[in-house]
């Protein structure tokens, strides 16, 4: 059957015949097995595969999710009950599912907050960070359209809040808000299509991660030296050594959001969820979900409507330019002695920011937003360009190799 | 909805624009290759390119249009609801929430003395100037669409109980906005009053909304 002219290239022949017709095998094998990784990666660079696994899990377990659930506003609230109750197993599906979303939310958070401190999106991976940057956003858009789905009285009054948001711009906002809704207000329309739209985001974002990893594997990953790769000295292959090492990752992780699921399955959940929609009552303290809550803290910061969403959707919008932004050729912040401690007191920012998001918008939490809004924007626009300028970055080691000979395993 | 055309109108002038920077591109290469092949003069066939691609893309950016339309408000959507609303069982001081278009919809009595305090306010105190005649049909009803102007929660003040905000009129728990007793926004984050729906008074103790 084989034609003799077709090269033989691995020992088995199946492998043989798929690869002279589709070079994946060759493929996988160099993305995958060969490719090289630098040598002195910590842990925080297995945050991305481990997104990718959580990815997977929230796109199997919606699915299988979707099998029970019904999108209409008289039967969304009781087929998630009745899932929770009756189906086999439904409970598990579903605090996988909304705990997942979560866990997905830490995940990206502490790989986006790495590429930060070690400079990964600087040149030549400025592509790869908008990519993100762009997962980032879908994820968030796709995270809101899901919390609608269990029609709660968070869900309802979110999606009013939300969608809202975009009433705020001059003359076409109010069409718009409505051409969303597909009603005047958060109705069956806007759950039939949030369903629609939470089902098919979650493939889009699968897709931009295709691209986001194939990306960073044409100039390969950054690492904490924030060096290029000189030699094949520098680096490890990706299999067997980062395989074992991201694998031991997913473990960790395994047990950490299993100890979430089956002891607090609710801890990163409002109460009020489990009360249904109702158009006619707000709630006394709409809370926005916990990973969205630094944005929603710099959204009722500002006493301007149209303002306070401009600010918002600028706090996201800012990080696409971020690689311009930065001025110094200096990846790692392990060697910007002054920079390094602008970044730390920027990652307590964005926490703190998350925090007073989740409390009510009065008194200290609002001084403290303000504040917390001032750094933000600062960081990016002033601190960022003006350090990189001024700041004496330390002694670079000459290659990868050279970190271990300086007994500095960093 | 004007929405929905005008979503139409920025898709065609950025799809046109698009061809017509590619095709510009094009036109560009083409003319390049040819002073480098045999300078020969510009092609007249370019200009078939240009605008067949023109074309097309409009008649790719038409076809979207049902697409963009279809999510808009739906026909049995639009037509426009009707409420009626008996009044007699209404206590002076007392209010009423009614559903009106999916809204809610507040419907107060109000007393002696939150009409003349709606009444004397100076004008040029308040974010969206309009004195309280021009709000109500009769003074002792005040009729208001219950959704909070900027992020469309519904303001407490209905109840007894109910926390009423510092012009003890309503008060959004949301993002903190204050309405006077004529619904007028006086402090927090809310751009406009809230907004008064079309209604009459059928009879004195019957009124339709819509």
Request: net charge neutral.
């Amino acid at each position: 059957m084989q034609n003799s002219s077709e090269p033989k290239k691995y020992k088995n022949s199946f492998l043989n015949w798929i690869e002279y017709r589709l070079p994946i095998v060759s493929y996988i094998e160099k993305e995958y097995g060969d490719y090289p990784m630098p040598k002195n990666c910590n842990y925080f660079w297995s945050f991305g595969a481990l997104a990718s696994i959580i990815l997977v899990i929230l796109i199997v377990s919606g699915i299988f999710l979707a099998m029970n659930y019904t999108p209409h506003t008289d039967m969304a609230f009781n087929s998630v009950e009745r899932i929770m109750r009756d189906v086999s197993y439904g409970w598990l599906l579903r605090y996988l599912h909304s705990n997942g979303a979560a866990f997905f939310f830490i995940v990206v958070y502490i790989h986006m907050l790495r590429s930060m401190y070690y400079g990964s999106y600087k040149y030549p991976r400025e592509l790869n960070w908008i990519l993100g940057v762009f997962i980032f956003l879908l994820m968030m858009a796709t995270s809101f359209l899901g919390y609608v789905l269990p029609w709660g009285q968070m869900s309802y009054w979110g999606a009013t809040v939300i969608t809202n948001l975009f009433s705020a711009i001059p003359l076409i906002g109010e069409g718009l808000k409505t051409w969303i809704l597909g009603d005047y207000t958060v109705g069956n329309a806007t759950l039939n299509r949030f369903f629609a739209l939470h089902y098919v985001l979650p493939f889009v974002i699968l897709g931009v991660v295709g691209l986001h990893v194939a990306a960073v594997h044409v100039h390969g990953s950054n690492n904490p030296a924030g060096i290029d790769i000189k030699s094949k000295d520098d680096t490890v292959k990706f299999f067997p050594y980062m395989l074992v090492k991201d694998t031991f990752m997913v473990c960790v992780f395994g047990v950490v959001i299993s100890a979430i699921i089956f002891f607090g399955p609710n801890l990163m959940a409002e109460v009020d969820n489990y009360i249904p929609a109702d158009p006619l009552v707000t709630p006394s303290h709409i809370v926005a979900n916990w990973y969205l809550a630094p944005f929603y803290a710099i959204l009722r910061a500002i006493p301007d409507k149209l303002g306070g969403v401009i600010l918002m959707f600028g706090a996201i919008a800012i990080l696409f330019i971020l690689p311009w932004l930065d001025s110094s050729k200096t990846r790692s912040c392990n060697y910007r002695p002054i920079y390094k401690w602008f970044m730390m007191l920027f990652f307590v920012n964005f926490f703190v920011l998350g925090y007073v998001g989740m409390m009510p918008a009065e008194g200290i939490y609002l001084l403290i937003a303000r504040i917390g809004l001032v750094y933000y924007f600062a960081f990016f626009l002033i601190i960022t360009p003006l350090i990189g300028k001024y700041e004496k970055p330390g002694h670079l080691p000459a290659s990868i190799r050279d970190v271990y000979i300086d007994g500095k395993n960093y | 909805m004007t929405i929905s055309y005008f979503i139409l109108f920025l898709s065609v002038i950025g799809i046109f624009l698009f061809c017509y920077f590619i095709a510009t591109r094009v036109w560009i290469k083409v003319d390049e290759e040819k002073k480098d092949s045999n300078n020969q003069p510009k092609n007249r066939r370019d200009f078939l390119y240009i605008s067949s691609m023109s074309i097309g893309g409009l008649g790719v950016a038409s076809f979207m249009w049902p697409f963009v339309k279809s999510m808009s408000p739906a026909e049995d959507t639009l037509a426009l609801g009707s409420t009626e609303v008996d009044l007699s069982e209404i206590g002076i001081g007392q209010s009423i929430t009614v559903k009106w278009r999916g809204k809610p919809v507040f419907i107060k009595r109000r007393t002696e003395e939150e009409i003349f305090a709606a009444q004397n306010v100076d004008l040029s105190s308040l974010r969206d100037p309009i004195s309280d005649e021009d709000r109500v049909q009769n003074p002792e009803w005040l009729v208001l669409e219950g959704v909070c102007t900027h992020l469309g929660c519904v303001p407490l003040g209905q109840k007894m109980s109910d926390t009423k905000g510092e012009f003890e009129g309503w008060f959004c728990p949301c993002h903190g906005s204050h309405y006077d007793t004529s619904g007028r926004i006086r402090k927090g984050p809310a751009p406009e009053n809230l907004a008064v729906p079309p209604y009459r008074f059928l009879s004195d103790t019957i009124i339709k909304i819509g």
